[in-house]
């Protein structure tokens, strides 16, 4: 077997996001993918992997031909909102291995509008099938489950309601540099804990957006970087993990999955927790963001309530800038927010983050290191992809 090739991220994009009543999720996908190519500067030719999930009866399938794609490497794991960091995982092996030139990764969801012209509910079901079964018919909701794991870390390490609130605080911080993000307008920890309930103890603002929008991302081998128009961000190592499905096979409530798929990203790109200039965390819930920090490392567990304090994830004079866009609390959640995580790190380490919003290091250098760590289900999976600038 040859030398594995080194992988770069060589091309990011968003599509129209927040509020788009006119376009269909495959729509969403081809326009991501067409801005993702356009960035990187390289021709569709080359692309001869392909990833996608959420989507369609045979996906990838049905994704790769709207695109006009025959791709001969595909990928739909679907584990949820780490997704899109497991995928880049297989990408990245599968072209450092030889199977593949290049595998973009596309995404696209009008989860808002389809709710607002009744084509769905509110509601997400999983279903009632397999070990479901013993849950559903108790009311145990999505929401409920995170905050039940959220109560649990606040009676096992005394973790504040207020601490959790700095959380959403923090992000609409960062989502008012963001001019592309939903909500902008700053907040207050005393707003948040005064808004409406919607499961003990998250009131609305410790809980997600809904949004529509797609995002990108195109991988390739180290050959083609020369011929790229952007600098490349190294994919320099990565994990995955999956815990559970039913919350009574839950070991631990204060123990996310993350804490294995942060251990082996960073020690396969031979990295620490504390060199990281940021960090790109799926946040549908304040808790998430709270629990996954503790268990990539940057602080011990049921440490988290007091290391979100004194604005730690601010963009703005924070020491560990976390979901500089804002995050799915306050810039965009289209649903499976993985891919998101990728495009803002992958922005930030290139410099390209914008005026006011772009993370730069003590000497006032672009960040030189990044992690995105993505959850998925109800703690269920986890995928970290630790990211290198060019």
Partial sequence: ????????????????????????????????????????GLDRSLVDGFASAGLGTLAPVEVAEYLGLRPTWVDSTSVGGSTWEVMAAHA???????????????YGSTARADVRAGRRTGTLSFGTRGPLQFEVPYGHTLIAKYAMAARRHMFEYGTTIEQLAEVA??????????PEA?????????????????????????????????????????????????APVW??????????ATMSEWPDFTVSPAAV?????????????????????????TYMTLVTLEDLGFCGKGEGGAFVGKGRLRVEGG??????????LSAQHPGMRGLFLLVEAVRQLRGEAGEGRQVRRADGTPPRLAVASGTGGWFCSSGTVVLGAG
């Avoid at 990245?92 to 596309?106: C, E, F």
Wanted: with cysteine; proline share 4%.
């Fill in 1 to 40: 077997m040859g030398a594995r090739r080194k992988v770069a991220v060589v091309g990011v994009a968003l599509s129209d996001c927040g509020r788009v009543d006119d376009a269909t999720p495959y729509a969403l996908h081809a326009q991501a993918a067409r801005r993702a190519l356009a960035d990187a």
């Fill in 92 to 106: 990245a092996d599968a072209i450092a291995a030889g199977h593949a030139r290049a595998v973009l990764l596309a």
């Fill in 169 to 178: 605080v923090q992000a609409r911080a960062n989502a008012a540099l963001n």
């Fill in 182 to 230: 939903m909500f902008r307008t700053p907040v207050t920890v005393d707003e948040v804990l005064s808004g409406p309930m919607i499961a003990d103890p998250f009131t609305k603002l410790h809980c997600c957006v809904r949004s529509d929008g797609g995002a990108a991302v195109l991988l390739a081998a180290e050959e083609y970087v020369r011929d790229c128009r952007t």
């Fill in 235 to 244: 994919v320099l190592g990565s994990g995955e993990h999956v815990s559970h």
């Fill in 261 to 285: 798929s942060g251990r082996l990203a960073f020690e396969r790109a031979g990295v620490r927790p504390d060199e990281m200039d940021l960090a790109e965390i799926y946040d549908a819930f």
């Fill in 319 to 328: 020491a560990l800038p976390v979901n500089t866009d804002g995050g799915g």
